[in-house]
């Protein structure tokens, strides 16, 4: 007799006040279980964090764990249990696909608070379930979009407040940080880029409401955004949204809030005035990535993020990623002809003294990775056997069997590791290193060979390029 393992799903939201708790889904749910003969082992329940929406699968983390859990050959569990159908979701079309393919790979949908049978009238309940469920789900949202529309028109906080600002009784009220929006805002009408000041905000250890370093984006959204000037944007889409050139100008609703603003519209206009010219200190990331000879290969020395080609001042340079967004501290700029030029010349000097450095791995564990998943998930089964004997499950004849069966094919699996202990590690031959660079090098050098074909052929040879702007050198790693 096999133990029958299912998986529990729960979610509660935030816009339902008649359903219950976590744990109370939870023990009604295993109560179900028990009652129908299977068990819900801790691994197998998926609980999302509360206040997440059940409109999309996208935005539900352990909702996509559980179907690929469930999408494991074999499957370990053969049933999901929910407290309601609107908790697995509440989009129709997403719930009809999902349930087909778990139902595809032998695994059933339970509600256990709206029973339901094989028979066609009850799959038709079902899917009513699924359409009121939706409905109520679009009826919700359109009601809370209109009292947020006019809860904007009326100057009153929607949503998170922005950097800068608290709530309080539904207005907008400036705290500590609006001097930080200050600073921003001075700095750069006098003269100073998005990169600078940011790079000082980084510097002086400034964090943003999420508790992370400023970037140039994040700089830029808050030089973008007119409640500082007292003003109120609302869209229908439900989102604020910030343009180039002129920010107060279509594209949703403003309207005057009652907060009080930080910046003085001499200042905003100054600021928005730059915004719509080009601001050299602003980098820009280049389209059509696919022509650069270098792309994906070069690494910052600082913090080992890739170079990407960007253009400043009309001309095509490398820089570090994570510096063009303000997280970098450490420039990496270099000219996209001069950083070609000189990892040609490096290549050339390691054929010419035949030095190729070759980053080793770590070393092969002595237990292959195809063992370890497959020796874990007999263990899980000898677990769970365990439980259910002890739970009354089954009788002492049972769990003899099912236990000799189980221990006896991880005995089988570890004899596979004393075989995979015996192959040896296999060297990296060095000349086959050299000749694989020789052999490109006039591909490189050709005028007629196309960048992306170049590209193609240094990804055969090398692993990556660490550039060091200080000491201006170019450290190759080889592919062994």
């Known amino acids: 007799m096999d133990v029958k393992i299912a998986a529990c799903y729960v979610r509660v939201s935030t816009d339902d006040q008649q359903e219950y708790s976590p744990d109370s889904q939870l023990k009604i749910v295993r109560d179900y279980a028990k009652r129908e003969g299977f068990i819900v082992p801790d691994e197998y329940v998926f609980q999302e964090k509360e206040g997440i929406s059940g409109k999309t699968a996208e ?10 859990t469930a999408k494991q050959d074999p499957p370990p569990f053969s049933a999901i249990f929910v407290w309601k159908f609107s908790r697995f979701a509440r989009n129709q079309e997403e719930a009809i696909m999902y349930k087909n393919l778990l139902r595809k790979r032998g695994i059933d949908v339970r509600s256990v608070s709206e029973p339901s049978s094989d028979d066609p009238f009850s799959s038709l309940i079902e899917r009513i379930i699924e359409w009121m469920d939706e409905y109520y789900l679009i009826n919700l949202a359109e009601e809370v979009r209109r009292g947020m529309k006019e809860k904007s028109r009326r100057g009153e906080a929607c949503g998170r407040a922005p950097f800068g600002y608290d709530v309080q009784n539904k207005i907008l009220v400036p705290n500590k940080d609006a001097e930080i929006v200050r600073f921003i805002y001075d700095r750069f009408a006098s003269g100073s880029g ?24 994040w700089t830029r959204y808050i030089l973008m955004n007119p409640v500082y000037i007292g003003k109120l944007r609302w869209n229908e889409s439900g989102h604020l949204k910030y343009e180039r050139p002129n920010v107060c100008a279509g594209g949703g609703d403003l309207s005057d809030g009652q907060h009080e603003p930080i910046i003085d519209m001499q200042t905003w206009e100054i600021a928005q005035k730059k915004l719509t010219g080009k601001d050299p200190d602003y980098y820009r990331r280049t389209s059509g990535t696919g022509e650069v000879l270098l792309r994906g290969l070069v690494r910052c020395s600082s913090c080992g993020n890739t170079l990407i080609r960007i253009t400043q001042y009309g001309r095509g340079y490398l820089q570090c990623c994570s510096y063009t967004r303000g997280t970098c501290k450490v420039s990496h700029r270099i000219t996209e002809q001069e950083a070609n030029d000189a990892v040609l010349d490096a290549l050339e000097q390691c054929i010419a003294n035949e030095t190729y450095t070759i980053e080793r791995q770590k070393p092969e564990t002595p237990v292959s990775p195809a063992w370890e998943p ?28 099912i ?8 005995q089988d699996l570890q004899l596979g590791i004393e075989n995979d202990q015996k192959t040896k590690e296999q060297k990296t031959d060095i000349s086959q290193v050299k000749e694989r660079t020789v052999k490109i090098m006039d591909i490189l050098r050709s005028p007629d060979v196309p960048v992306t074909e170049k590209n193609r052929q240094l990804r055969t040879v090398i692993d990556k390029i660490v550039f060091d702007r200080s000491a201006w050198t170019f450290d190759v790693y080889f592919k062994p």
């Open 59 to 68: 935005k539900r983390p352990r909702f996509r764990m559980m179907i690929a």
């Open 374 to 401: 497959v020796i874990a998930a007999e263990q899980k089964k000898l677990d769970r056997a365990t439980e259910a004997f002890l739970n009354g499950v089954f009788s002492n004849e049972e769990f003899k069997n």
């Open 194 to 217: 998005i990169r600078g000041i940011t790079a000082e905000l980084v510097r002086r250890g400034i964090k943003t409401k999420n508790g992370l370093e400023p970037s140039i984006r």
């Open 403 to 410: 236990r000799q069966k189980i221990q006896k094919k991880i």
